[in-house]
């Protein structure tokens, strides 16, 4: 029981070690460079959470993905697309409703409903892809990162959806983004531990074809991870668009790519099987924090961008090493 | 032969084509109550091709199987377990992510109430239904709790074997289950065969080991280039007899040669 405790507990608190490390040396360098605090800054650590929720939630998502050793690169487009949709269902009377003239003023939990649903179908899509045809899930989710994008271009014809109704927007207002992403973290946190769901999703990344053998219906299983991931993607739209009170084709740009990053700086193994949405929630922050210090610190958009490159590869090729010790 | 006991497992005419290659020409194989058999031949003989249809892996081209006294046609692994035969593969079919628990009961976990995928396991009972079972076959394990990826060989084919014996209740094959393992731990799994023997399990082995087989099981049925080509009891014949009909030629093996 000992051994287990002790060799447990590296890939976890390595993982919360990078983060206060990172933060730490931002807090250096704060002191260095500009002369005052990057973490006694009660504004600052408020925008790194609101800031990093979007992204959680989309995470939270293609980490499931990723145990089932698949990817799914389309998380930033289907929440633009469901923000787009989400968006037309919530428009307020006396607005600049350009969309649905006839319906305004709609129940919340209508576009809710709409944009959870769109992000539902959109994974579906990626997940029967996927599953029925053998093609590697990099394909077809490709294919719907750049076709989710052109239907949220199209759906409202390049133009942002404005005049949401004030119980829509409220989703996205104050602590709300953090709260749904903390909700949605914890939920699939005990999902993929406690029930039936998460050992299958396990065992499907760890071995699909002993899942097979066993009878576990694989297909099916992965149909529904890429479902609950496009779902996710939806309800980030949702919170996306409602905080920024309104609905606009090019919301989430890249927000796929910073979701998979922060999986796998999080210890999701990329080869499947391995992964625990606690680390993910650490790796969207030390994404959170990265940006927020080099803005902090003055450095240019660009340099982040490549530092950021860098850690993915890094935390990588440190997931590949740990494999290799195993093996 | 004790003609008496009844019939537990019966194909006929089984045949099996991955393409225009045919792997299994019309098998017919019949096993009887408690009784254990081997299944050898060469390499692509059809061992592995005949155990996958009868295990639901693999659906058979044409032929008839029956199971326990009915005929059946398994659609899935599911279905060949539900129906009581458990099947240890060559690649084993563990999740090396999971614990030894967690792949006993891997496509049958222990709930608290069923809420379809999203019911919650019940890890208490399946922990103490996973320390039952391999006691059952005298393997010790440090813990149960540590993911299989980081066990032994031995190790891990016991928890596939007692996976088997878990859930067994008519039958059980066993595909090259030693194959890969030291000569202290063929001897453990050699005694959870001879313990499933006296159990009155059903068994199906299949092996290269030719001492082992003569040691272990009563049958032996023969395989080459797809079809059951010799049926013998295996205190009736010898090696010779054994590796002539494997491969086809009259040659002059030693008696306890053990065939690779």
Redesign the interface.
């Known amino acids: 029981m000992n051994t287990t405790a002790i060799r447990k507990l590296p890939q976890e608190a390595s993982i919360l070690m990078v983060l206060v490390g990172i933060a730490a040396l931002f807090e250096i360098l704060g002191w260095i460079f500009i002369g005052q605090s990057f973490l006694a800054n009660s504004k600052r650590l408020v925008i790194i959470v609101l800031q990093v929720s979007i992204i959680g939630i989309i995470a939270v998502g293609v980490t499931q993905v990723i145990i089932t050793s698949g990817i799914d690169l389309s998380g930033g487009s289907v929440a633009a697309l469901s923000a787009m949709v989400a968006a037309s269902f919530a428009q307020a009377s006396g607005g600049f409703s350009i969309f649905y003239p006839g319906i305004v003023d709609l129940p919340v939990i209508v576009p809710l409903l709409v944009g959870i649903g769109v992000g539902l179908l959109a994974g579906s899509i990626n997940g029967a892809i996927t599953a029925y045809t053998g093609v590697p899930p990099f394909i077809p989710t490709l294919g719907m990162l750049v076709a989710a994008r052109g239907l949220a271009v199209l759906y409202a014809e390049g133009q942002p959806i404005f005049g949401l109704t004030e119980q829509y927007t409220a989703i996205g207002q104050g602590i709300n983004p953090v709260l749904i992403f903390l909700g949605v973290a914890l939920l699939f946190h005990v999902l993929l531990k406690h029930t039936v769901y998460g050992r299958r999703t396990y065992a499907i990344g760890s071995n699909e074809e002993a899942a097979r053998i066993v009878g576990i219906k694989v297909n099916r299983h992965k149909v529904l991870v890429y479902a609950i991931a496009g779902g996710l993607a939806g309800l980030a739209g949702i919170v996306m668009s409602a905080r920024a009170t309104m609905g606009q084709p090019g919301m989430g740009f890249m927000y796929e790519l910073d979701a998979i990053s922060a999986a796998v700086i999080g210890g999701t193994s990329l080869f499947g099987g391995k992964g625990k949405i606690s680390g993910t929630v650490i790796g969207v922050f030390i994404l959170g924090v990265i940006t927020s210090g080099f803005t902090f610190l003055r450095i240019d958009f660009y340099y982040q961008e490549i530092a950021k490159g860098m850690i993915i590869v890094a935390a990588v090729i440190a997931d590949q090493r740990r494999q290799a010790r195993k093996a | 032969m004790n003609d008496a006991r009844k019939i537990v497992l019966r194909t006929q005419g089984l045949c099996k084509n991955y393409g225009g290659v045919q792997a299994l020409k019309g098998a017919d194989f019949e096993l009887r109550e408690g009784e254990h058999i081997a299944i050898v031949g060469d390499n692509g003989a059809g061992k592995s091709t005949f155990v996958r249809q009868i295990t639901g892996?693999e659906q058979p081209s044409s032929g008839q199987m029956f199971f326990d006294g009915k005929e059946v046609s398994f659609k899935?692994?599911?279905d060949a377990?539900e129906a009581g035969i458990e099947?240890v593969?060559q690649?084993?079919?563990?999740?090396?992510?999971?614990d030894v628990p967690?792949n006993i009961f891997?496509?049958?976990?222990e709930?608290y109430f069923n809420?379809?995928?999203?019911?919650?396991?019940n890890?208490k009972k399946m922990l103490a239904k996973a320390k039952e079972g391999l006691e059952k076959t005298a393997v010790k394990i440090p813990?149960l709790?540590?993911a299989i990826?980081?066990m032994s060989g031995g190790q891990r084919q016991c928890v596939a074997i007692s996976r088997s014996a878990a859930f067994a209740s008519k039958l059980i094959i066993m595909d090259e289950p030693t194959a890969a393992l030291g000569v202290q731990e063929t001897t453990q799994v050699e005694n959870i065969i001879r313990r499933l023997k006296k159990q009155g399990i059903p068994l199906i082995l299949i092996s290269h080991n030719l001492r082992q087989v003569f040691n272990l099981v009563d049958r032996i049925f023969v395989f080459r280039r797809g079809e059951i080509v010799g049926v013998v009891d295996a205190d009736k014949t010898d090696g010779n007899e054994i590796v002539s009909l494997i491969t086809g030629v009259k040659t002059g093996v030693h008696e306890n040669a053990s065939y690779i």
Not at chain 2, 106 to 109: F, I, P, T
Not at chain 2, 115 to 121: I, K, N, Q
């Open positions: 892996v899935s692994p599911l377990r099947a593969f690649n084993l079919a563990l999740a090396n992510d999971l967690a891997l496509g049958r976990e709930v809420l379809g995928p999203f019911s919650f396991l890890e813990n709790r540590n990826g980081n």
